[in-house]
């Protein structure tokens, strides 16, 4: 079993990234997918959830309209597209899942894998 994200990076502030969950070991497109940031001296966040199909999709408040969750079933990957980034947003971005269909309400990312470091700053 796999989820393995990358992407990460140093960015300015205002600037975008995209990254990437690529998943094997496991029938990826039966399961909803999460990501959630950890940050040193904070609580882990989590940022975005993306159903099987694509259909349905949440975003933590402090994200919304500035990320976009995305998956592509045939490449077992999920994809975040990070725009308008700030100071805020910096941490290890991982990508989990709880092996459910839909996102739940309340994830506990029973599985996740390692994550990518992105970094906002000028």
């Known amino acids: 079993l796999q989820l393995q994200a990358s992407g990460g990076g140093l960015v300015q502030p205002g600037g975008s990234l995209r990254l990437s969950c690529a998943a094997s070991?496991?029938?990826?497109?039966?399961?909803?997918i999460n990501w959630f940031r950890q940050t040193p001296g904070k609580e882990r966040e989590g940022v975005s959830c993306?159903?099987?199909?694509?259909?349905?999709?949440d975003y933590a408040d402090s994200v919304k309209g500035r990320f976009t969750i995305s998956r592509d079933n045939a490449k077992n990957t999920v994809y975040l597209q990070m725009n308008s980034l700030t100071p805020e947003d910096t941490g290890v971005y991982h990508c989990?899942?709880?092996?459910?269909?839909?996102?739940?309400?309340?994830?506990?990312?029973?599985?996740w894998g390692r994550g990518t470091q992105v970094t906002v700053s000028s």
């Open positions: 989990a899942t709880d092996w459910i269909v839909n996102c739940p309400a309340y994830p506990q990312y029973d599985y």
């Open positions: 070991g496991f029938a990826f497109d039966r399961y909803a």
């Open positions: 993306i159903s099987i199909g694509g259909d349905s999709t």
